[in-house]
């Protein structure tokens, strides 16, 4: 026991040394939550407590929103509402959410609250429920996970749920103007996934069995310089991203210059299409309704099934070490790399990745704005 308290201790000490003051705050902040909830238990016992017995009449119940990864809080929650809108409310429930720090984007969870019972005062409610017996029905968890054709099926049949304001779009147009979009200018949005961000963001967890997911940013200049001739701008999306190196006046590296959580989710709404990888800021597109040219994409499974009407896909490609040769789309599908998940397992099954050459994405770009 003593063993486990030293190494815990010892990593949030390292977490705190590579991350500085912004992830110091964050972990005070979520523990002065927990603790705050214990005496507060006592007080919202009643609330529980007329909860359940409300239950012949109306089933309230509490979660936990995922809100520290975008891709989380992108498909989590409108799954959640597109099974709302096509499915009713059968169940007469009415759902408060909590959540804890980080925030992986502050707009998008400022306009989920426009729709969903969102506060921080409803964890102790969310733990309390927990910890009582019988609080099951009451729990809720926002999860589409293993539910991936299903939430695109919803998704088809449903209307985007994030709105902008009134105020927001003017803010938004004028953004556009100071970054040299001019007014009824198209353009596109490309991103290709680092590891940089789950570093900074956590930098007490080991984040390495992602890594397959990554890609070379350069790869995707190619395609951006064609969409600048065919009258776009391209904007490369991305936080805490390396720059990147072009004098084309059309391809706007906003990531180092401009980035704002507010413009993430404004530049995604109002592109004409997105070029990126199996991420986060990839499925903000997809709950957006944003056509998506999905480049190296290794999480097969789940990327296929969560591919629009209109988006492209491309595969990274799986050579097979011991044998010198690339593996066939139906030696993947026929194998348990279709459900790539790991580092670890691209290793063990002697695979090296190969990610898409910058004349594919150029293709498969190209592609897709002729079929628009």
Not at 55 to 81: C, K, N, Q, T
Not at 170 to 184: H, P, Q, S, V, Y
Request: some cysteine; hydrophobic content about 40%.
């Amino acid at each position: 026991m003593n063993g486990e308290l030293t190494t815990y201790v010892k990593s949030q000490v390292l977490a705190i040394r590579r991350g500085g003051w912004p992830v110091f705050l964050r972990k005070l902040n979520n523990r002065l939550m927990r603790v705050c909830c214990v005496p507060l238990l006592v007080v919202v016992l009643p609330v529980i407590i007329i909860a359940r017995a409300l239950r012949p009449l109306v089933v309230i119940r509490f979660g936990r929103l995922s809100v520290d990864r975008i891709g989380h809080m992108a498909w989590d929650i409108e799954f959640y509402l597109c099974e709302s809108d096509v499915m009713g409310n059968d169940l007469k429930t009415v759902d408060f959410f909590c959540y804890e720090l980080p925030i992986a984007n502050k707009q998008l969870l400022r306009m989920w609250r426009r729709t969903l019972k969102v506060s921080r005062l409803v964890y102790p409610l969310w733990r309390c429920n927990r910890l009582l017996p019988g609080g099951e029905l009451h729990d809720f968890r926002l999860c589409f996970f293993t539910k991936y054709e299903e939430a695109r099926n919803l998704v088809e049949k449903s209307n985007v749920h994030l709105k902008f304001t009134q105020k927001e779009e003017a803010f938004g147009n004028k953004c556009l103007r100071e970054m040299g979009i001019t007014e009824n200018r198209e353009f596109v949005c490309f991103h290709a996934r680092e590891s940089s961000y789950l570093n900074k963001m956590f930098p007490e967890r080991d984040f390495k069995y992602h890594d397959y997911r990554d890609a070379v940013i350069e790869n995707f200049l190619k395609a951006a310089e064609e969409m600048t001739n065919h009258g776009y701008f391209a904007i490369r999306l991305g936080k805490y991203a390396k720059p990147i190196l072009t004098g084309n006046k059309m391809i706007i590296d906003y990531s180092t210059k401009f980035r704002t959580d507010f413009l993430d989710i404004f530049l995604l709404a109002k592109c004409r299409f997105m070029i990126g990888t199996n991420t986060g800021v990839t499925d903000v597109a997809d709950i957006l309704r944003k056509p998506v040219v999905k480049t190296n994409m290794t999480q097969l499974y789940a990327e296929i099934l969560l591919c629009g009407e209109k988006d492209l896909f491309m595969p990274k490609r799986f050579w097979l070490k011991r044998d010198h040769r690339f593996l066939s789309f139906r030696e993947i599908v026929d194998s348990s790399l279709f459900k790539l998940s790991s580092s670890e397992q691209i290793e063990q099954a002697g695979i090296e990745l190969i990610e898409n050459t910058e004349k594919e994405i150029l293709d498969i770009t190209v592609e897709m704005d002729e079929r628009l």
